[in-house]
């Protein structure tokens, strides 16, 4: 099974993706970032807002925060023993003070989105493949991670 990989692709393209059934639905939205810390402890936060009604989803609605390390420990946990399952990319960490400017911070938000969005468009089949992963996709956006 292939998990689309990340591209700039349209919302009708999104639509396409779509795994489950035609009268499921679910919408990830990534926003309101906020740093927090100071110095070498500086780090960004993103509120992720889930509405859906797949069954697998225990929350018809959710909102929760993570900061980027945990997108990639979970890219890792997905990508962990598993040759199947093609995780989108996450966007590159910046290593430069400019990394807590609002471009490089709204940047990597439309990208931590559309992660969320295309492994969302595709739970189904990562479920019916190996139910622990999904599992762990849905913990993270639903705050149990």
Do not use: W
Not at 100 to 128: A, D, G, M, P, Y
Request: glycine share 2%.
């Amino acid at each position: 099974m292939n998990v689309s990989t990340f591209n700039h692709e349209t919302t009708s393209n999104l639509e396409k993706e779509r795994h489950f059934h035609p009268d499921h639905f679910i919408d990830i939205e990534v926003r309101a970032p906020q740093t927090h810390g100071a110095g070498l402890r500086m780090y960004t936060d993103y509120e992720i807002v889930c509405k859906t009604n797949i069954p697998l989803f225990p929350f018809k609605e959710s909102t929760v925060r993570q900061r980027y390390s945990k997108f990639e420990s979970l890219k890792f946990k997905l990508e962990e023993n598993d040759y199947e399952i093609k995780v989108p990319t996450l966007p590159g960490k910046v290593l430069t003070n400019r990394r807590f400017s609002n471009h490089v911070i709204e940047e990597r938000r439309q990208k931590l989105e559309r992660f969320l969005q295309i492994l969302c468009n595709n739970i189904t089949l990562i479920q019916e493949y190996e139910e622990a992963k999904a599992n762990m996709i849905i913990k993270f956006i639903q705050g149990k991670y």
